[in-house]
């Protein structure tokens, strides 16, 4: 009986066994069957024309019930929130064969109410969606995609290693393969060129020839299907690349010596497309250890994070995973154990090694209170503290992750060198056909045509040029966050390369940001003033009003809360509030005539009290400066203090450009300004008082003590707050780019030097499959330099 093919996957079945309907439809199950009315249904039968011929397998049989993605320890674990307060996850989609599945996939999604963004990748079917969840539940997106025939579920950071080691394995099995066989060939080879010079017997000739034929295929079908399954990919998105190229190339050599092989006449070269195979599989699988390499950075860091912690409830202890924890435990923390998720110190004292997040070596002290940061280690006695954050939002699981992102995005620079590297590969191929058009009519002779022509094909490598930014940036990305530097976006890696402007924020920037009382002018208060001062300055996390609070804590017994009422913060002034129908004021001084940050204290605009207070510059300010100045990068201080506290910070570190007294605004005017006059501005800071100007530079670096929302809306993160990683961030950045830029040059003076003297005859085979192999690593070994030069700079 005669099988049919299915109208959704073009799976052929018997007739009698499939499901018919009366327009000729014809189905192999209900799934199929049912697909497709919903497709047809939704509009979206389009699909059948993208999909073609291409066969797929039935609708995936799902008995799981969707609804456990709604349920709270599924959230916790595998659902982020984004800044705009959307959710986000990351699924795999199972079922996925062609680029028709994908488009099916996001367009049926994107139709759906509720969903903002989905993005699906080829490569490993990774679906990033995004939605709002008080329109559209996850569930119900799971269902839409079970609904078309596939599945879904949530990506583990683990499955990209995995691929990663599976792929290295793959690459060094068909490498293994094929340097076994072309070592054989080798050997045979010496007999075959000896017997040329020497004469050698049809016979002997033959049976070098079947031998050659033997070890050079298992190395083109099996080592070389890398290169087929590449190039059938790429010929199907319409582009060909360098596996087509070497495919193409090979089978060509293969077929003509095979006919070499059974005329009897002529040179056979089974040799070349063995060695053609294996030298172009060694560049590649030493590039894949290259990448990977790099990617053992995350790997690195991500070994950094505790799988367990000892959770104190009822007053018992219990061993829970860390995706158990939840906001409000206690959890207790051996000397030398790893905090698990943030929390605050319930302990009276610990003190922890943050070098994971920050990169210092020296121990950091902290009281009751204070923040207790993921991944950091106690080196103290046993503490407890409580959770305040689950492992999902911890800060070193938001580091992993905006290193994962900042390594997925590529600069601006690559997007130009992917367009070049898809057009060469097609001038290659016709450079290839006219040299051989070009050598046949001037001599005749088809096989030298031919060998030539195959010569300019492999030798051309548009994967040098396609290598030449990412490997750089790979590499310049995970060697700038162990310097603690956190990149949200490598497209910035170019931007850097580009800033003639720096604005600093003064506190918490150029001085270390803990300021202190030196002098206090009022100290008779009454009881009832001291407070309604304490809890007003309580009310701010203000580095100024801290300050204030630490001095009355010291100096003044008994303070107390006091209900007061209308609390307002007054961005770059202060803080307003009323208290028994009094108006009461905490912030900035009028009288700014001195070198102090001022605070002042009044009730009714009548002045109680004014405090004096003095920050201390950083260690390395005076050599940030002179390093900008180096860099023809011209330099700002912008600063809501007083003038003569601004002019004294900037004189000693040698600025002769500072702004003072500067509200908010006034700072996004000031960068708003200096962009309007064709500058690229870099713009560092650390308070909500900086986020306008931050979100208007076309580089916004936070500082990690800064505030969250100053931290939300930069383009660099500096984990340990040191001035000298801030230097990195620029050194390592234009560095990087200037590797990218050297790369291209390599790749490109490369091909423009080979490629003609492969047309002009000069060049065999073998030797240009060694001589392209060999420019891919020269271009990762370039880029390995970046590092290593950095280990011997002290900056």
């Keep these: 009986m005669s099988n049919m093919e299915c109208t959704h996957c073009n799976l ?41 011929k291409e066969k797929l397998s039935a609708p995936l049989a799902v008995n799981e019930d969707a609804s456990n993605f709604d349920l709270d320890s599924f959230k916790q674990i595998y659902i982020k929130t984004t800044a705009d307060g959307f959710s986000s996850i990351d699924l795999v989609i199972e079922g996925i064969h062609c680029s028709a599945c994908i488009w099916l996939n996001e367009k049926v999604l994107n139709d759906e109410a509720g969903i903002v963004e989905v993005n699906i990748n080829f490569s490993n079917h990774k679906a990033k969606i995004v939605w709002d969840e008080d329109t559209i539940k996850l569930s119900h997106i799971i269902d839409r995609i079970r609904a078309i025939g596939y599945n879904a579920y949530p990506y583990k950071t683990g499955t990209k290693n995995e691929i990663n080691v599976n792929k290295k394995r793959d690459y060094f099995s068909k490498l293994s393969v094929a340097i076994f066989a072309s070592m054989n060939i080798m050997m045979i080879d010496v007999a075959k060129y000896t017997g040329y010079l020497t004469s050698m017997s049809d016979d002997a000739k033959f049976m070098i020839h079947v031998a050659e034929m033997i070890f050079a295929s298992p190395v083109l079908f099996y080592s070389g299907i890398i290169f087929f399954k590449g190039g059938y990919f790429g010929l199907k998105n319409k582009i060909i690349n360098m596996d087509f190229l070497i495919a193409f190339g090979a089978v060509l050599t293969y077929i003509y010596s095979w006919y070499v092989l059974v005329s009897g006449s002529g040179h056979s070269y089974f040799d070349s497309v063995a060695m053609i195979i294996t030298f172009v599989l060694v560049g590649k699988y030493l590039e894949v250890i290259g990448k990977k390499n790099a990617n053992d950075t995350i790997d690195t860091i991500k070994s950094s994070i505790p799988y367990e912690a000892t959770r104190i409830k009822d007053n018992e202890k219990e061993i829970v995973s860390v995706e158990q924890i939840e906001i409000g435990d206690t959890i207790e923390v051996k000397n030398g154990q790893k905090a698990c998720v943030d929390g605050k110190l319930i302990s009276t004292y610990a003190s922890f090694d943050q070098s994971s997040i920050s990169g210092e070596s020296i121990d950091v002290v902290k009281q009751k209170g204070d923040t207790i940061y993921s991944s950091t280690i106690n080196t103290s006695d046993v503490i407890v503290y409580e959770a305040t954050t689950t492992y999902a939002n911890s800060t070193f699981n938001s580091i992993i992750e905006l290193l994962e992102n900042s390594l997925n995005t590529k600069p601006k620079i690559q997007d130009i060198t992917n367009e070049l590297s898809k057009n060469f590969s097609l001038i290659i191929l016709l450079l290839s056909i006219a040299t051989f058009t070009g050598w046949y009519i001037y001599n005749g002779d088809f096989e030298n045509a031919l060998i030539v022509s195959i010569s300019v094909i492999v030798i051309a490598c548009p994967c040098a040029l396609a290598l030449a930014t990412p490997i750089a940036s790979l590499i310049g990305i995970s060697w700038m966050s162990k310097k603690g530097l956190l990149l949200k976006d490598a497209k910035l890696i170019e931007t850097f390369n580009d800033i003639d402007t720096i604005v600093l924020d003064k506190t918490g920037t150029i001085t270390h940001g803990v300021l202190e009382v030196v002098n206090m002018s009022n100290k008779t208060l009454t009881k009832e003033q001291l407070n309604i001062l304490y809890t007003l300055v309580d009310s701010s996390t203000h580095l100024v009003s801290v300050a204030v609070k630490k001095y009355l804590n010291k100096n003044f017994e008994n303070l107390e809360f006091i209900n007061i009422k209308d609390i307002k913060q007054i961005a770059g002034l202060g803080i307003n509030a009323s208290y028994d129908n009094k108006i009461l004021y905490g912030g900035k001084s009028q009288n700014t005539e001195n070198k102090y940050t001022n605070f002042e204290f009044k009730i009714n605009d009548i002045v109680i009290v004014r405090f004096d207070l ?24 912008c600063s809501g203090d007083n003038e003569y506290v601004v002019k004294d910070i900037s004189s000693k570190i040698n600025i ?17 300004q200096l962009k309007k006059e064709n500058k690229k501005v870099a713009m560092v800071g650390d308070g909500v008082n900086d986020t306008l100007a931050l979100s208007k530079a076309d580089i916004s670096i936070s500082m990690a003590s800064g505030s969250d929302i100053s931290i939300n809306v930069s383009d660099v993160i500096i984990l340990n707050n040191s001035l000298k990683s801030l230097m990195n961030s620029f050194y390592i950045s234009k560095r990087t780019y200037k590797f990218i830029k050297q790369n291209l040059f390599i790749s490109l003076i490369y091909n423009a030097l080979t490629i003609p003297i492969a047309m002009a005859g000069y060049v065999v085979p073998l030797f240009a499959a060694l001589s392209m192999s060999l420019s891919s690593l020269l271009v990762v070994g370039n880029s390995f330099r970046i590092k290593r030069n950095l280990n011997k700079k002290d900056i």
Aim: proline share 2%.
């Design 656 to 672: 002769k450009n500072f702004k003072a007294n500067m509200k908010p605004e006034d700072k996004y005017d000031f960068i708003n």
């Design 614 to 637: 003095q920050d201390t510059i950083k260690e390395d300010a005076t050599q940030l400066i002179e390093y900008f100045k180096s860099q023809n990068i011209e330099v700002f201080i």
């Design 12 to 52: 052929s079945f018997p007739k009698d066994v499939m499901i018919e309907e009366d327009n000729d439809l014809y189905f192999c199950c209900k799934g199929c069957q049912g697909v497709y009315h919903l497709l047809k249904d939704d509009g979206l039968d389009s699909f059948y024309d993208k999909k073609g």
